[in-house]
């Protein structure tokens, strides 16, 4: 079955995307294995007609765009807009912490996480690192990502005799004294000897002109263990379950992929198919990478302007253009069905969500709801609607940071999951079938349906 497919493949992209670093590096193999070509920021660009690109930014933000073959300065944008971040626990930079006896790991919390969920779970370390390597007398310096495969540490709870009101008072967690991950080690004696190293008098080394190198810069500030193992591991691909936003993500890029993966995909198109999956929503989006930095908009000019120089054509394809913001959504919970809206309930297994909300929380509109709900009803595939409860407050997403900065019709949807935020979410494997095939429908149809809608004429 298609779904079982499509999920399956989504699984392998979880799998492969531990962080945001880790799935921008999935997406540009994939994008590579379809025939996309990759450009850089810092180079002239040389683009055509009917041919299919992608960049980079910090290597965890990537825009993906294939040019149509009837593209002229001036043309719009057709986008899939998504984040490749989600909660977790980012190591502090002096993350060597030793208390009781106990190899502690110091960590920050990362976006809005239920932190509750991340105690006694197995847990690991995953991300990049910048390595120095010299060659010849020079000296080069690179990035590299990492992932430990084994797990490593964990972040334990207390004894119910301990906290007896725990049940009744709920789970209550300091973030900053309580959610210190304690370092596993499988030999005794390394924990030990990791204990009496801890003095950075016994154990530092010294240049000539006695000051410290900066390897033992590095182990004064992390445990030596982690390091090691960081070292040894410097290849490993690896691991993640966090559906907000990867699947929104994979879905999109599919989407996209598949949607140019033939000449014959582009022959007819006059505009620019895109997919744009930014770094650091879950933190306000404020970031050279994040939606609220230009990356799009420097997209889209370069673009324009690689086939003519002409200033005035910008603003005209902005106002052609069209942004989807993909960003997962709240399915009904059936322990908790008081917390949505009584007519604005959706169900997992029932389709994407289009997002609403008055106070522009959601940049969804009338005319922006109506184009995306149509692509669906052509093909049967089907649609929800979400309005949050007037009592409750509305979360966000990149569509109004993108919608008010650069100016784009923009129509805010989502999976429905559950658990979203936890350290294990769920979403049905129908969503992401009936994901993929709206966006693909999207990609393929846009051009032709956007072109007998009229409103500000």
């Known amino acids: 079955m298609q779904e079982n497919t499509v999920a399956s493949e989504l699984i392998n992209f979880l799998n492969a995307s531990p962080t945001a670093f880790h799935a921008v590096e999935e997406a540009k193999k994939r994008l590579r ?17 009917g041919k299919r690109y992608f960049f980079t930014r910090n290597h965890s933000t990537i825009v993906a765009f294939a040019i149509g073959n009837k ?10 807009g998504a984040h490749t971040d989600s909660p977790c626990l980012k190591l502090k930079p002096v993350s060597k912490v030793t208390k009781g006896g ?14 509750h969920t991340w105690f006694d779970r197995d847990l690991t370390v995953a991300g990049r690192v910048i390595i120095k390597e010299e060659k010849d007398g020079s000296v080069s310096y690179s990035h590299r990502l990492v992932r430990i495969e084994e797990p490593i540490m964990r972040v334990p709870t207390i004894a119910i005799h301990l906290d007896r009101n725990v049940n009744s ?7 900053e004294t309580q959610l210190l991950p304690v370092l596993a080690t499988s030999i005794k004696t390394e924990l030990n000897k990791a204990i009496a190293e801890s003095d950075p008098l016994k154990s530092e080394e010294t240049l000539a002109d006695g000051k410290k190198s900066d390897k033992v810069m590095i182990k004064s500030k992390h445990h030596s263990l982690v390091l090691e193992m960081i070292a040894n591991q410097i290849w490993v691909q690896s691991r993640r379950y966090m559906l907000d936003n990867l699947c929104s993500s ?11 993966s033939s000449e014959s995909d582009l022959k007819d198109e006059s505009g620019v198919r895109m997919v744009v999956l930014f770094d650091h929503e879950e933190v306000g989006s404020n970031s050279a990478q994040g939606a609220g930095s230009p990356v799009m908009l420097d997209a889209l000019s370069r673009i324009t302007s690689s086939f003519d120089s002409d200033s005035k054509l910008l603003p005209k394809a902005i106002q052609l253009s069209y942004l989807v913001s993909a960003d997962m959504a709240h399915a009904l919970h059936p322990n908790y069905m008081d917390k949505h809206e009584e007519n604005h309930q959706p169900k997992l ?16 509109n009338a005319v922006t709801s109506f184009l995306f709900r149509e692509i669906a009803s052509k093909h049967n595939i089907p649609t929800q609607d979400f ?9 966000s997403t990149i569509g109004p940071i993108l919608a008010s900065g650069v100016g784009i019709r923009t129509v805010d949807v989502g999976a429905p999951q559950l658990s979203m935020h936890s350290i294990r979410e769920m979403c049905a494997v129908d969503d992401v079938k009936h994901s993929y095939e ?20």
């Open 250 to 260: 994979f879905c999109s890029l599919k989407a996209l992929i598949d949607a140019t």
């Open 102 to 115: 106990y190899l502690k790991v110091g960590v920050q919390t990362y976006g809005s996480g239920l932190w």
């Open 438 to 457: 709206h966006f693909k429908a999207f990609f393929q149809d846009f051009s032709n349906l956007d072109a007998k809608i009229t409103v500000d004429i």
């Open 349 to 364: 297994h029932g389709g994407l969500v289009i997002k609403h909300n008055a106070n522009q929380r959601y940049a969804t």
């Open 169 to 175: 008072d709920g789970f209550k967690v300091n973030t």
């Open 387 to 395: 309005v949050v409860r007037n009592d409750m407050a509305c979360g």
């Open 33 to 49: 294995n379809a025939g996309y070509e990759q450009v850089s920021e810092r180079q002239d660009w040389n683009l055509e007609a």
């Open 71 to 80: 593209f002229e300065a001036g043309n719009g944008f057709y986008i899939v």
